[in-house]
């Protein structure tokens, strides 16, 4: 690199572009050790930081997931008397966004308008993809709200974010609301707007609406991409129409995209649903023949399919080979194992199952520990469920609805729903 020559071995006196090139350069190949050797050459050579350093510094530290020294970047940066820059802001609510630090992510923007610094319009798309991916569409729609009352004129993108914490809800009246709005704001639809409304349906369950999105698409001229037909699939899959997701996903073979794994993983969950075992495995020959390698996910979805229709032989040969394989099984394979084995009475089997997560290194999760409890709770054995109940808590796992419907599955006196339903108070009491 040009730069290195010039700061170690040339003649040349360094300049701060110089210094600033390199900090880029090491901050986007994640090498902070390498940036801070930078800084503190600047340092000896009296090299004054300008508003640029610090803005690449905070990048760079991002890029490496480094929050602590980004955020104490921008405390340098004011003490210096640089006002602190909205897109050094972005870049560290984005990175702590691609993490799902979401209560960070909330301080540094509360900080941020604390200090001055108007937020842009990426900003407020920022934080509203935030709360969208949280699932928290009511907050989504606050700062869009707040966003507007600062004059501040959002965008497609930002349109779009709103559209999709929306969808990720299945709230398909709000995501075609917030549509409206995007095409009365002067903007021209785009395939990734499109998709959102897509998914709002399919996440709610009505594949034709889905597919109406997706025919008027087409028709305005706006082309499908991997996505949209990835949409698509899944929004009848979800519905059990394993007829209709084959034919988009043939439709797709023919475009100038190729299915790819998720493609194929969509179709395999709809013949699963379906019970279609010999066109599951047939689909994973071609897929094969792709010159695709099935991933966990794949697996999984097979494990799956297997599991339900009590093909319980070809469930543990294909655990084998994930085993062996280069595909690991991970926490939703046991997921998976434990459930099935649980709702057909195996008992002795689920407790195997959980004992193995330790030699795999895994952590069993909330599912993990409501599909245990769950094997118990059929055989009305309520000693032994609040036993593993109370596993569950010291380890740290929270209960959700669906232990709370499992455990008291388990019950048969009142006396036992009154000491479930007292628990889960106090367990839910002191979360809070």
């Not at 901050?27 to 690449?56: H, P, S």
């Not at 020294?69 to 940066?77: C, D, P, R, S, T």
């Amino acid at each position: 690199m040009i730069c290195e020559w010039i700061l170690d071995k040339s003649r040349f006196r360094s300049d701060i572009m110089c210094y600033n090139l390199l900090i880029e350069a090491y901050g986007k190949t994640y090498q902070c050790k390498k940036v801070e050797r930078v800084c503190l050459r600047m340092k000896q050579v009296f090299c004054v930081a300008t508003e640029d350093t610090y803005v690449l510094l905070v990048e760079a530290y991002c890029m490496s997931g480094i929050f602590e020294k980004a955020e104490v970047v921008l405390g340098e940066m004011r003490k210096h008397g640089f006002p602190s820059r909205v897109s050094a802001y972005n870049t560290f609510i984005n990175a702590l966004a691609k993490t799902r630090n979401i209560h960070k992510a909330k301080d540094v923007y509360e900080k941020m308008k604390r200090e001055g610094c108007q937020p842009s319009t990426d900003t407020y798309t920022i934080m509203i993809n935030i709360y969208g991916k949280a699932r928290h569409s009511h907050l989504a729609l606050e700062i869009f709200n707040e966003m507007k009352s600062t004059k501040c004129k959002p965008n497609i993108c930002t349109y779009t974010a709103l559209i999709n914490a929306y969808a990720r809800e299945g709230n398909c009246e709000k995501a075609e609301k917030i549509f409206e709005l995007l095409q009365s704001a002067g903007h021209k639809p785009d395939v990734y707007a499109y998709n959102a409304v897509m998914e709002s349906y399919s996440q709610r369950g009505f594949p034709a609406g889905a597919a109406e999105i997706f025919s008027l698409m087409q028709h305005m001229g706006c082309e499908p991409d991997q996505a949209s037909y990835n949409i698509l699939i899944d929004a009848y899959g979800r519905a059990g129409l394993h007829d209709d997701a084959t034919r988009v996903f043939q439709d797709l073979e023919l475009t100038r995209f190729k299915p790819t794994i998720k493609s194929y993983m969509l179709v395999l969950s709809a013949y699963g649903k379906s019970g279609k075992v010999a066109e599951s495995e047939k689909l994973m020959s071609q897929m094969k023949q792709a010159g695709l390698m099935p991933d966990t996910f794949v697996f999984n979805s097979m494990l799956n399919t297997y599991g339900h229709l009590g093909i319980y032989d070809k469930m543990e040969a294909l655990l084998k080979t994930m085993e062996g394989g280069v595909c690991k099984p991970d926490i939703s394979t046991y997921n998976i194992l434990i459930n099935v084995n649980a709702k057909a009475g195996f008992s002795d089997k689920v407790e195997e199952l959980f004992a193995s997560l330790k030699t795999g290194d895994l952590k069993p999760d909330k599912v993990t520990w409501t599909a245990r409890i769950g094997a118990f709770a059929r055989k009305k054995q309520y000693g032994k469920c609040m036993e593993i109940f109370e596993q569950m808590l010291d380890a740290g796992c929270s209960p959700d609805a669906r232990t709370t419907k499992v455990l008291l599955s388990s019950c048969t006196t009142k006396d036992q729903r009154k000491e479930v339903t007292s628990l889960l108070k106090l367990v839910l009491t002191e979360a809070v």
